[in-house]
């Protein structure tokens, strides 16, 4: 199948259909009233991303999608019905532009997961939705609200974890079939490779992540040269870029050292963004050069190159030195995968104490609180009476400390005044008692007294 990776088509989504006049006529109903009903929605586009699809030879030839406009309404308040939908099924990581604004509309990341393209337009008003207290035979009615209309661009970017960057006939498509699954083509001339290939390489047991191999880029490719460099679009979502150099060619008379620089040039020229990925550097074809010339090569190579970051010394034919590099990009990528660990958070390292909860009186509550209360009243209407009596006995007290009377009336009265003296005690007593006496006994005598009759409930003579 032809690998395709842009495409524009026009989509349109379908009007709403009319409303409708009328009105109920029927024998016998002489005023029927308005009974027209409003049209039906029209169908909307949708964009659906499918992961058994990889390019967009669909919609090369496919340009033009419309959806269905929906039904008008009838009388005997019967609405129009709805129209389908359509679904334009495309691969997973398709982009999906307004070719006019340059918009972004939607990105296919996710499979299965609908994203609306074109909504379809509503349907119109029947002249039954104007029926008012007032406006009791409303004539009025609305067309439906058209569809949107849309030019857009679709373009494709695969989705992978690693992209092989490179000359051509640099050994990409040696090295993707033997780290994975992918079967490329495979030739002794360049330009061999003319779109993307993918493959998923296992590195153990649920331990995996996807290499994408592009055609190679020649000098001059921003201008045209070769292939050109549209293909750099797949390598935006990668994690990493591995830049595969042949350190041995054919031609004696190439330098590496250059042919490198000028790739590193291109992917500067097509995005500033693209050229500050991570990228590593691949020294291939290490089984062409003789064992002891090696070590030599390769450090004059990264010297002349100026190169800093990681280096790896393999052969793709061989598979000599994949297995290193492999557990190394996973390693990378698994890391960028996994989420940052978060740091503890002091709050909650003691435990922290609940909230009081809301008191909430009830019954029980009302009734204990009652309780306490009365029992309250008679402890102070008892200590009131104790202190009652204490000031009665101390006026006793005081009257019989009070200085002898004069001679003569002592003399007259010395023989009653033993007797006076309990006489006056016992007639004391009694008067300070009933001050002493508590609530408890107050109520059980207002208990013992008989209700006073009310005269209104006595019976008539």
Known sequence: MKFVDEA????????????????????????????????????????????????????????????????????????????????????????????????????????????????????????????????????????????????????????????????????????????SNARPKIADYPFTTLY????????????????????????????????????????????????????????????????AKAIVKELQKYDQTLYEKPRWLVLNKLDMVPAEEREARVKDFIKRFKWKGPVFEISALTREGCETLIRSIYDHVAAIKAPPPEDADVRFDEPVPEAPKAFQETRATRAAKAKALKLAKETAAEAKAAEAAAAAEAEVDAADAAPAKPAAKAATKSAAKPAAKPAAKAAAKP????AAKSAKAKK?????????????????P
């Open 196 to 259: 993307p290939n993918l493959g998923v390489v296992r590195v153990g047991p649920e331990k995996s992540f996807v290499i994408a191999d592009i055609p190679g880029l020649i000098e001059g490719a921003a201008e045209g040269a070769g292939l050109g460099h549209q293909f750099l679009r797949h390598l935006q979502r990668t994690r990493v870029l591995l830049h595969v150099v042949d350190l041995a060619p054919f031609n004696p008379d190439v330098d590496p050292v250059a042919e």
């Open 444 to 460: 059980a005598e207002k208990a013992e007294k008989a209700p006073e009759r009310d005269p209104r409930f006595d019976p008539a």
């Open 8 to 179: 524009t088509i026009d989509i349109a989504a379908g009007n709403g259909g009319a409303g409708c006049a009328s009105f109920r006529r029927e024998k016998f109903i002489p005023f029927g009233g308005p009974d027209g009903g409003d049209g039906g929605r029209g169908g909307s586009v949708f964009a659906v991303a499918d992961r058994n699809l990889n390019t967009l030879i669909d919609y090369r030839y496919a340009r033009r999608h419309e959806a269905r406009n929906g039904e008008a309404g009838r009388g005997s308040d019967q609405f129009g019905a709805a129209a389908e939908d359509i679904i334009l099924r495309m691969p997973v990581g398709t982009i999906v532009r307004d070719l006019e604004t340059d918009e972004v509309i939607a990105e296919l990341l996710e499979p299965d997961v609908p994203v609306l393209l074109a909504k379809g337009g509503d349907g119109g008003f029947g002249n039954l939705h104007f029926k008012t207290s007032t406006n009791r035979a409303p004539r009025q009615k609305t067309p439906g609200w058209p569809g949107e209309v849309k030019k857009v661009k679709l373009e494709l970017r695969v989705l992978a974890d690693v992209g092989l960057l490179g000359q051509p006939n640099a050994g990409k498509s040696t090295l993707i079939a033997a780290v």
């Open 431 to 434: 008067t300070a008692k009933p």
